[in-house]
Each structure stands twice: as C-alpha cells, then as structure tokens.
C-alpha cells in the first residue's frame, strides 16, 4: 500500500508564528510532491510543488523535500488567520496522486 | 483563464437511482481525475482519462464508471447508488503525458443520497 501520513492535527499557532506542516510517504519511487490547501467545504487549491531534494520557495510558503527520509513538509511564515484551513500533502505515482488525509490549521489573531 | 467546472453543484438521489456528474477540464488539459471525498475520510482516486481512454481506476465497484468525450470534457456515472456514495465528487485536469503534472481540481459535486 502506497500511503501518505500526516498528523491529523489540529496544528495551532498564533498569527505572525510559523507553522510547521509535515508529511510521510512509503513509496520510494514517488518523484512529484505537492500540498493542497482545502478550506471547510471547497475543493482543494494546490499551493505548491516539489520535485528535487532541497527547498523550495515561493511567498510565504517553503516546501522541504528529503527523499532519503520519504520525508516532505511544508512552512507557512508570518501565519495568518486565512491560513487556517486542512493541508493535504500529495505524491504521484505513474497514474494518479495519492493523498494523506490532511493536517488541519488553525492560526488564531 | 478558466477553470475546472463541474455540475451540479449539489445532487439528491435516492437509493438505488443513477447519478450523473460532468466536468470541463482547463484549457490544453487533456487528462481528467475522479476522486471522490466522503465526510470524514480522505481523497480517495476513482478515475483516469485521457484522450478518451480510461488509463486507470481506483478500488471502487463497477457501479462507477465514466467517459471522456472528444472535446475532453468527462462525466461519472454511478449506478444503483448506495447511502455510503453520499460525498463530495472532485474533478481535476492536468497536462497529458506519463508521470504526474499538477492537478488543478474544480469546485465538486456534493452528492446525498437518502
């Protein structure tokens, strides 16, 4: 079984704060990565993409991607209180994306 | 640029009945994904399409099945609909080809049935 973990949450954190969203996966042969913001009731909005070890930056989101650890995260700087919703972290396999079940967000003011 | 649509937004069938939902993907997408969202759980895949062919489906019973047309829109079907298929149906589309690119999902059909 090709899973995705990640802690269910709910991951507080205070506005301004960095929160620190993580995720693990079985599949070594897994090559893309990606996190989806889910707000209660929409549909999921992707807010990045990862494909090579390292760090990747865009705004105020990083995503960290280690592939020796099938370890993969994401931090979101200067939280803010429209931060708060479910993450979903994503990896491809050849067909689709298998998807962890979410950690839930809440940045309170 | 426009982006992934679905209708209906929200569907009531009951037992037993049949189920249709559709999708426009972007445009220049090709394939088309179906996952379906009940309450509580995660994204689980139902189906791949791309360039009219089924390239694969999730562990869901036959009663699911779908197409992709020409224009590479896509409708799910669902047959003989049970209590338990009440969820939220996700569309995405991405970029053809082997191997994973992004998947940009629509708003969803919320399905009950009762």
């Known amino acids: 079984q090709k899973e995705v973990e990640q802690n269910s949450g709910p991951l507080s954190v205070p506005e301004g704060a960095i929160a620190s969203l993580n995720c693990t996966y079985s599949d070594r042969g897994s090559q893309s990565f990606f996190w989806y913001r889910q707000y209660s009731g929409k549909s999921p909005e992707l807010i990045m993409s990862i494909y090579s070890n390292g760090d990747k930056e865009d705004g105020r989101f990083t995503a960290q991607l280690n592939k020796a650890s099938q370890y993969v995260s994401l931090l979101i700087r200067d939280s803010q209180p429209s931060d708060s919703a479910t993450y979903l972290c994503a990896h491809s396999g050849y067909s689709t994306l298998t998807f962890g079940k979410g950690t839930m967000l809440l940045v309170s003011p | 640029e426009a982006g992934v649509t679905q209708s209906p937004t929200h569907l009531i069938k009951t037992r037993g009945q049949q189920a249709t939902l559709r999708c426009s993907p972007i445009?220049?997408?090709?394939?088309v994904y179906w996952y379906q969202q009940a309450l509580g759980l995660g994204l689980q895949f139902l189906l791949w399409?791309?360039?009219?062919?089924?390239?694969n489906r999730g562990n869901f019973p036959p009663r699911f099945s779908g197409r992709q047309f020409p224009n590479y829109s896509s409708e799910l079907n669902v047959n003989a609909l049970e209590l338990e298929d009440s969820a939220l149906y996700l569309c995405?589309?991405?970029?053809?080809?082997?191997?994973?690119?992004?998947?940009?999902f629509g708003p969803g059909t919320r399905l009950t049935v009762t």
């Open positions: 399409y791309d360039e009219g062919e089924e390239r």
């Open positions: 995405a589309s991405s970029f053809p080809g082997q191997g994973i690119h992004e998947q940009y």
């Open positions: 445009s220049g997408h090709t394939s």
